[in-house]
């Protein structure tokens, strides 16, 4: 009689994936947080003297947003730098390892190697009286949100990338288109709406309109919820069916 093997979900494996990929990468040396946070906080340098203090806030929340997305994006580099140089991936896949559980390793890695400039962020948004304690609890759902679409997206690019040289030049190119086009840094409203809707493809769009009307309005757009959701889940989906986990 044929049995199904049953599977279940590994983690201890997430939790060793997340200490490797994300704390050491902190405790190997706090240039690496440095390095993330340079472009976010020139830029909020830079909206602060042009608008004369008026859209800090804006460039408080997009620099929330934008330390998210960038550093999950660079899971490109390291999804191919793991598959193609170090081997990684054949290491796990002969221990049984789940695409979801190295990618929700790898996604968690990021977030706590992003937790220090968040926490940097954070403390501005309190300074500047723009994030309260209900706010904290949002901002904290939509980064995890975005963290998942975002390495989905990222997983599921650098799996197909057949050259370690390709990969860091995707990886920053779409660095910037998805953190840098997108209403993170100035309002939404700048904006007319048939230019948003193809802005629509990145994560951190949805994001970063849906904590500025929160900020603006105290309410909660539960239709960008639903949108910002409904890609994440199209991304995860993509990374699992998509990204070469196996050759």
């Known amino acids: 009689m044929l049995r199904l093997k049953k599977v279940k979900f590994n983690w201890r494996f997430v939790l060793a994936f997340v200490w490797f990929y994300g ?6 040396g706090f240039y690496y947080v440095l390095s993330y946070l340079a472009l976010p906080l020139s830029l909020m340098f830079f909206i602060y003297i042009v608008s004369r203090g008026h859209l800090i806030q804006y ?22 730098f793991f598959k193609l140089e170090l081997k990684l991936q054949e290491l796990l896949i002969a221990a049984d390892v789940t695409p979801i559980e190295y990618l929700l390793g790898m996604g968690l890695g990021n977030l706590l190697y992003s937790l220090p400039g968040l926490l940097l962020y954070i403390i501005l948004g309190f300074v ?39 990969s860091w030049g995707v990886g920053s190119f779409l660095s910037v288109i998805l953190t840098m086009l997108p209403p993170l840094y100035y309002p939404y409203t700048f904006l007319p709406k048939y230019a948003i809707i193809p802005l629509m493809i990145s994560p951190a769009t949805p994001a970063s309109i849906l ?4 900020m603006v309005k105290s309410s909660l757009n539960y239709e960008l919820l639903l949108i910002l959701l409904f890609e994440t889940l199209i991304y995860l989906f ?7 986990w196996e050759e």
């Open 211 to 214: 904590l500025q009307i929160f």
């Open 59 to 80: 460039a408080i929340l997009g620099g929330i947003i934008s330390i998210i997305t960038g550093n999950a994006l660079t899971a490109i580099g390291d999804t191919s």
């Open 128 to 166: 500047y009286n723009v994030i309260n304690l209900i706010f904290l609890g949002l901002i904290i759902l939509i980064s995890i949100i975005v963290m998942i679409a975002a390495t989905s997206l990222a997983y599921m690019t650098g799996s197909r990338v057949s050259h370690m040289r390709n």
């Open 23 to 28: 704390y050491s990468s902190i405790k190997r």
């Open 238 to 244: 993509l990374a699992l069916k998509v990204g070469k």
